[in-house]
T-cell receptor
Framework: DAGVIQSPRHEVTEMGQEVTLRCKPI?????LFWYRQTMMRGLELLIY????????DSGMPEDRFSAKMPNASFSTLKIQPSEPRDSAVYFC???????????????FGSGTRLTVV | AQSVTQLDSQVPVFEEAPVELRCNYS??????LFWYVQYPNQGLQLLLK??????LVKGINGFEAEFNKSQTSFHLRKPSVHISDTAEYFC???????????????FGKGTKLSVIP
């Protein structure tokens, strides 16, 4: 298995531009999570999906952020318009089953490092 | 709601010396506990987890952690570290119930372990 695949690995964009981050979860995983990592705030959960349906988006910072999961193998996180304070590493993670499952655990992608100038 | 406190942001240690990375949590419900490791420019990898049973949990790469419910702690230990253990380590919790929010991991801010030759 290739694991959770994120693209691009690095993105540099100008303030005001639209940015789209992409994620391919592990086949068969029915949960997908988007996290943001910054020095100041650490890892923050932005949104998560179960069977392609958004379950909790309370961590999405503001309306400039949106996430979709059109099918079980693909998700996007879009920022429009982008601002310098959005600069961070964005991680996608997927998991299968319930927390009580002995095999439970997130699998993280390698992240997208976003720089907004 | 849950919160995780990692008491040390940075821990330098000499090669082959023992190390302990501290983690305390706060929660109004019982929790599952996890340790993740992040190597430079990579995503997070599951190191070990406590779901139930023995409070001493063994993980990959010779790490182990002990769950102490009375002290609400889940400290990570390794008796002899290697250069390759240099990474950032994250403690995380998830609530022990099903339903909304049960799949969310709350992370600590991380501890950077630097192994000195």
């Amino acid at each position: 298995d290739a694991g959770v695949i994120q693209s691009p690995r690095h993105e540099v964009t100008e303030m005001g531009q639209e940015v789209t981050l992409r994620c391919k979860p592990i086949s068969g995983h029915d949960y997908l999570f988007w996290y943001r990592q910054t020095m100041m705030r650490g890892l923050e959960l932005l949104i998560y999906f179960n069977n392609n349906v958004p379950i909790d988006d309370s961590g999405m910072p503001e309306d400039r952020f949106s996430a979709k999961m059109p099918n079980a193998s693909f998700s996007t996180l879009k920022i429009q318009p982008s601002e310098p304070r959005d600069s961070a590493v964005y991680f996608c993670a997927s998991s299968q089953g319930q927390v009580i499952d002995a095999n439970y655990g997130y699998t993280f992608g390698s992240g997208t490092r976003l720089t907004v100038v | 709601a849950q919160s995780v406190t990692q008491l040390d942001s940075q821990v330098p240690v000499f090669e082959e010396a023992p190390v302990e990375l501290r983690c305390n949590y706060s929660s109004s419900v019982s929790v599952y506990l996890f340790w993740y490791v992040q190597y430079p420019n990579q995503g997070l990898q599951l190191l070990l987890k406590y779901l139930s049973g023995s409070t001493l949990v063994k993980g990959i790469n010779g790490f182990e952690a002990e769950f102490n419910k009375s002290q609400t702690s889940f400290h990570l230990r390794k008796p002899s570290v290697h250069i390759s253990d240099t990474a950032e380590y994250f403690c995380a919790v998830s609530p022990l119930y099903s339903g909304a929010g049960s799949y969310q991991l709350t992370f600590g801010k991380g501890t950077k372990l630097s192994v000195i030759p």
